[in-house]
């Protein structure tokens, strides 16, 4: 099935970039099909994820197209990744060289060859502003290329170098995160995690990313449950509030004899929330 024009979304570059790439005159794409693609960097090997339809790119902040699908990969492009990859390695060992002998401040950490050989992309961890000029003159003499420098964090790093995770599964930086927000213990304390920092870091030492998947969720269910310290009416009398269970939307209470359990939310018959200063006000 021959298509006119159409476009795909595809995941290309050492960052995991995504964007929607046109397509003329190609077969019918599947997805994780292996595509050779132009973008504004130059030629790249991507990964087709899916079909530029409507719904897709509305979850896309840049519905900008990003270029276009050149071809199917062939065996040559496969021999001419393998060749670009050890590349890469003679450009990292040749650019850590040349940042010691500049005795730069900083640490290199990944470089990306470009598929069609525009550009090489060095990325590298640094405290301060870096004035690399001489360093990129030195490295275009050396590889003929266009070269550029990225800065990244810490979190970036993981991006490009971490594997797995303590999950088992792969890093989510390293698969569909495109975006990492800012994660705070706040959201640990409310899904009763271990606050043990050591538990929480991710291979970035930073906070685990997947601390906000489910935050939203919890703080919707807790608005729902009366908090601890309330005093609560259930078919069998009244209670106080001692604990909350935020996903099963249960609390645990005891009664005046004692007798501790566990309540649903729709057994709770009346809320009495005692307030500072005031009487107690049925909810």
């Avoid at 794409?29 to 790249?44: C, M, Q, T, Y």
């Avoid at 979850?59 to 990744?81: E, S």
């Avoid at 792969?170 to 899904?191: F, N, W, Y």
């Avoid at 729902?224 to 099963?248: F, Y």
Wanted: aromatic fraction near 6%; charged fraction near 30%.
């Amino acid at each position: 099935m021959n298509i006119e024009a159409s476009g795909y979304i595809v995941r290309y570059g050492s960052t995991r970039l995504i964007g929607e790439f046109t397509s003329k005159g190609l077969p019918e794409l599947p997805r994780n099909a292996a595509v050779i693609i132009k973008s504004d960097r130059g030629h790249e090997w991507g990964e087709v994820l899916s079909p530029a339809t409507e719904r897709v790119k509305s979850f896309m902040k840049d519905a900008a197209v990003a270029g276009r699908i050149i071809r199917l990969v062939t065996d040559d492009d496969y021999r001419q990744r393998d060749q670009n990859r050890h590349e890469e390695r003679n450009e990292f060992l040749g650019c850590q060289e040349l940042v010691n002998e500049h005795k730069l401040q900083m640490q290199l950490v990944d470089v990306e060859h470009l598929f069609g050989g525009e550009r090489v992309v060095f990325y590298y961890l640094a405290e301060k502003r870096v004035d690399f000029r001489e360093l990129v003159k030195a490295l275009a003499r050396k590889y003929r290329s266009r070269i550029e420098m990225r800065q990244i964090g810490v979190r970036d790093e993981a991006k490009l170098l971490a594997d797995y995770g303590d999950c088992g599964k792969t890093v989510c930086c390293g698969t569909h995160l495109t975006e990492m927000p800012p994660v705070s213990m706040k959201m640990a304390k409310l899904q009763k995690t271990s606050l043990d920092p050591n538990k929480l870091s991710g291979r970035c030492g930073r906070l685990k990313c997947c601390l906000r998947y489910e935050y939203e969720t919890y703080k919707s269910y807790k608005k729902e449950l009366p908090p601890v310290g309330s005093t609560i009416i259930t078919s069998k009398g009244e209670a106080k509030v001692t604990n909350q269970e935020i996903l099963s939307e249960c609390v645990q209470v005891i009664y005046p004899d004692m007798k501790r359990t566990i309540v649903h939310k729709k057994d709770i018959l009346e809320v009495i929330k005692k307030k500072r200063g005031e009487n107690p006000a049925k909810q």
